[in-house]
């Protein structure tokens, strides 16, 4: 069984910073691809950022040269910092991961949602 937690959300002012990490355990080889969504009240679930097993960063317009997602293999552990952060940044942010569970095997998971919240 595998599991994705989230953790580093909470309150913070327009023009401010937040890390969120994303966190996976159990019984699994690797994580290859991982991303971060958010989904605001009333809106659509979106694609944030993504990163590849090989590193390479994907970022939705409305993020970029704001936020950077990155990971650590080692931590099993994926990280999407944030700066400049604005109000319409407010939503419950989701990470997700393709993970290698097998030799030949690979399946999605997702974490349970942290909140971010920017406001003055």
């Known amino acids: 069984q595998v599991h994705l937690v989230e953790s580093g959300g909470g309150l913070v002012q327009p023009g401010g910073s937040l890390r969120l990490s994303c966190a996976a355990s159990?019984?699994?080889?690797?994580?290859?691809?991982a991303g971060w969504y958010r989904q605001a009240p009333g809106k659509q679930r979106e694609l944030v950022a993504s990163?590849?097993?090989?590193?390479?960063?994907h970022y939705a317009d409305s993020v970029l040269g704001r936020f950077t997602i990155s990971r650590d293999d080692a931590q099993n552990t994926v990280y999407l910092q944030m700066n400049s952060l604005k109000p319409e940044d407010t939503a419950v942010y989701s990470c997700?991961?393709?993970?290698?569970?097998?030799?030949?095997?690979?399946?999605?998971?997702w974490g349970q949602g942290t909140q971010v919240t920017v406001s003055s």
């Open positions: 997700a991961a393709n993970i290698l569970t097998g030799a030949y095997e690979s399946s999605n998971y």
């Open positions: 159990g019984s699994f080889f690797a994580i290859t691809t």
């Open positions: 990163i590849t097993g090989g590193d390479v960063p």
